[in-house]
């Protein structure tokens, strides 16, 4: 079956310490993102790429870095200089240009011990 | 800047009841999309409708359905004969597909409680 792939699911990191979040999709999208989920706060952009070897920064892209080496594979890396990590991540992809929905993985939840 | 306000941090609907849930957004842009997505307790996003903006008539999906008004900049979303699954957060977006940039810009969301 197509879809996206996050993992893991649940995430603990101690305070100094990098971490690597995995996203995978097999449904050939171009268009990958990174978005943090907090409470009251909706969705908001880390990072996004078009193409492999190109990514952008997002809203909110401090503390954060990404990688685009293959077209299925999009690693999310939340640095020590991220100084509150502890939050909800999604990651999605789409088609690039018109009719691009946005199709979601299930999440990670990082909390910080 | 592209912007999404949702302003009802949280709805209450009786099971098969009608509730709307509304949506503002801010944009130059002519061409773009507007989505809206549902959040179950599960966490994983679900796209509810879409709305393309160069299209008059309103998008329905089933019970779902929306009242779009382009000058307003509004975009509403219409549950009819709500049901118990139908409990969730809502997020509308805002898709910008034609600048440069191809990302999807949400709203803070609108929880959704279906009461039996």
């Known amino acids: 079956d197509g879809g996206i792939t996050q993992s893991p699911k649940y995430l603990f990191r101690k305070e100094g310490q990098n971490v690597t979040l995995s996203c995978e999709q097999n449904?050939?999208?171009?268009?990958m993102y990174w978005y943090r989920q907090d409470p009251g706060q909706g969705l908001r952009l880390i990072y996004y790429?078009?193409?492999?070897?190109?990514?952008q920064k997002g809203d909110i892209a401090e503390g954060y870095s990404v990688s685009r080496e293959k077209k299925e594979s999009f690693p999310l890396t939340v640095t020590s200089a991220q100084k509150n990590p502890t939050a909800f991540y999604l990651c999605?992809?789409?088609?690039?240009?018109?009719?691009?929905?946005?199709?979601f993985g299930q999440g990670t939840r990082l909390t910080v011990v | 800047a592209q912007t999404v306000t949702q302003s009802q941090p949280e709805m209450s609907v009786q099971e098969a009841e009608t509730v709307t849930l509304s949506c503002t957004y801010d944009?130059?842009?002519?061409?773009?999309?507007l989505f809206w997505y549902k959040q179950p307790p599960s966490r994983q996003m679900i796209l509810v409708i879409r709305q393309e903006a160069y299209k008059q008539q309103n998008a329905t999906e089933n019970r779902f359905s929306v009242n779009f008004q382009k000058a307003a900049k509004s975009f509403s979303l219409k549950i009819s004969d709500s049901q118990l699954g139908d409990a969730a957060m809502y997020f509308c977006a805002y898709g910008d597909y034609g600048g440069a940039t191809n990302k999807l810009i949400f709203g803070t969301g609108t929880l959704l409680a279906v009461q039996p």
């Open positions: 944009t130059s842009e002519s061409d773009y999309y």
């Open positions: 449904l050939n999208h171009d268009a």
């Open positions: 790429s078009q193409i492999v070897n190109d990514f």
């Open positions: 999605a992809s789409s088609l690039w240009g018109r009719n691009t929905e946005a199709f």
